[in-house]
T-cell receptor, first 111, second 115 residues
Framework: QKEVEQNSGPLSVPEGAIASLNCTYS??????FFWYRQYSGKSPELIMS????GDKEDGRFTAQLNKASQYVSLLIRDSQPSDSATYLC???????????FGTGTKLQVIP | GAVVSQHPSRVICKSGTSVKIECRSL??????MFWYRQFPKQSLMLMAT?????????EQGVEKDKFLINHASLTLSTLTVTSAHPEDSSFYIC???????????FGQGTRLTVV
């Protein structure tokens, strides 16, 4: 069983719409959750981190965490073509600072 | 966020040679750094955990004699791919954390091509 699961996509949304990216994790004791954006050929860039249940907003991005359901999501409002990338969900588990990544969801924002 | 610098960004080498990749934390001290490999259209695969002043911890299936890791200071870790083969061609990425911070910051990555 994969530790961090994501739908690989691609997820296509029209420009201006809300993109919703989902992630589930298996380790119940996980405490830290992250969303990274990775453009093709580039390394991941941290977008959001979330540590407690509920929503966390930063600009057009909102991360949502539900530890009871072992579920974390990322909402991107007013999606732009420049948001087209692969989004990686990451969970801190299995040891100090060790982060496990999902396989990523490819997002395509259609102009 | 914290800045991690990785060098070189791209390298081409001949089969049988060795290649060294550097990962530096520029504005913080990193007692732990991580090395990942990523094949096209696949996710990050953790290769090893680099610990300052001690031996690296390798993930299952990663050859420690082939992928030599040295973490000689709190700001520098190096990965040396020894006796490189074409199947070692990949995108290698390092990450580092500030002390007691679980957020990982990534270097720019190194595209290795072995010919």
């Amino acid at each position: 069983q994969k530790e961090v699961e994501q739908n690989s996509g691609p997820l296509s949304v029209p420009e201006g719409a809300i993109a919703s990216l989902n992630c589930t994790y298996s380790d119940r004791v996980s405490q830290s959750f992250f969303w990274y954006r990775q453009y093709s050929g580039k390394s991941p860039e941290l977008i959001m981190s979330i540590y407690s249940n509920g929503d966390k907003e930063d600009g057009r991005f909102t991360a949502q965490l539900n530890k009871a359901s072992q579920y974390v999501s990322l909402l991107i409002r007013d999606s732009q073509p420049s948001d087209s990338a692969t989004y990686l969900c990451a969970v801190n588990s299995g040891g100090y600072q060790k982060v496990t990544f999902g396989t990523g969801t490819k997002l395509q924002v259609i102009p | 966020g914290a800045v991690v610098s990785q060098h070189p960004s791209r390298v081409i080498c001949k089969s049988g040679t060795s290649v060294k990749i550097e990962c530096r934390s520029l504005d913080f001290q990193a007692t732990t750094m991580f090395w990942y490999r990523q094949f096209p259209k696949q996710s990050l695969m953790l290769m090893a955990t680099s610990n300052e002043g001690s031996k690296a911890t390798y993930e299952q299936g990663v050859e420690k004699d082939k992928f030599l890791i040295n973490h000689a200071s709190l700001t520098l870790s190096t990965l040396t791919v020894t006796s490189a083969h074409p199947e070692d061609s990949s995108f290698y990425i390092c990450s580092a954390h500030e002390y007691r911070n679980t957020e990982a910051f990534f270097g720019q990555g190194t595209r290795l091509t072995v010919v």
